[in-house]
Antibody, heavy 117, light 109 residues
Framework: QVQLVQSGSELKKPGASVKVSCKAS????????MNWVRQAPGQGLEWMGW????????TYAQGFTGRFVFSLDTSVSTAYLQISSLKAEDTAVYYC??????????WGQGTLVTVSS | DIQMTQSPSSLSASVGDRVTITCQAS??????LNWYQQKPGKAPKLLIY???NLETGVPSRFSGSGSGTDFTFTISSLQPEDIATYYC???????????FGPGTKVDIK
């Protein structure tokens, strides 16, 4: 069965960087796009962008350019989200989600990133 | 950019009640509209895709309808396990963009 397993919670200081992983199993990793979704505490879902798992080409939504980087390691079927120069407002749960023809059929369990001094 | 609105933002209903949530797009999105359920502390779960298609394994008390700019999500008989926040999501392929609605929190009265 399809599974997306994300790395564990992170506590970081402002200005640091964090890299969240999303390991896929149960399907051919390069056959489906991978998306990233942010959910700040008590807030709604916000689409951050997606990465073409076949070409490695990332596309970032408005508001997620500059400090956010999507990457892949196809040899281990894993997608990554790296956030640099962390700010308190980056505190959120970050989800990866597999895209099937325009809907997110499978989600990772979420990774809580807390930014605090 | 396409904006999505949902109403109501929250509702409280009794077990067995029919619950309806509406989602409106700022421009025509055809049927490119999905619905998700999110329970506290959990990842969202796909319920309805392409406006009216029930995802495999989702109970038939959930349904969706609409096209263009106006969409409706219905729970025909609210159950205690349906307590959650429900989000609509639109998608556009050219360019590839997804937008979530603000969510509707459903509680039991």
């Amino acid at each position: 069965q399809v599974q997306l397993v994300q790395s564990g919670s992170e506590l970081k200081k402002p200005g640091a960087s964090v890299k969240v992983s999303c390991k896929a199993s149960g399907y051919t990793f390069t056959s489906y796009a991978m998306n990233w979704v942010r959910q700040a505490p008590g807030q709604g879902l916000e689409w951050m962008g997606w990465i073409n798992t076949n070409t490695g080409n990332p596309t970032y939504a408005q508001g997620f350019t500059g400090r956010f980087v999507f990457s892949l390691d196809t040899s281990v079927s894993t997608a990554y989200l790296q956030i640099s120069s962390l700010k308190a407002e980056d505190t959120a749960v970050y989800y990866c989600a597999r895209d099937v023809s325009g809907f997110f059929q499978h989600w990772g369990q979420g990774t809580l990133v807390t930014v605090s001094s | 950019d396409i904006q999505m609105t949902q109403s109501p933002s929250s509702l409280s209903a009794s077990v067995g009640d029919r619950v309806t949530i509406t989602c409106q797009a700022s421009q025509d999105i055809s049927n490119y509209l999905n619905w998700y359920q999110q329970k506290p502390g959990k990842a969202p779960k796909l319920l309805i895709y392409d406006a009216s298609n029930l995802e495999t394994g989702v109970p038939s008390r959930f349904s969706g309808s609409g096209s263009g700019t106006d969409f409706t999500f219905t729970i025909s008989s609210l159950q205690p396990e349906d307590i959650a926040t429900y989000y609509c999501q639109q998608y556009d392929n050219l360019p590839r963009v997804f937008t979530f609605g603000p969510g509707t929190k459903v509680d039991i009265k």
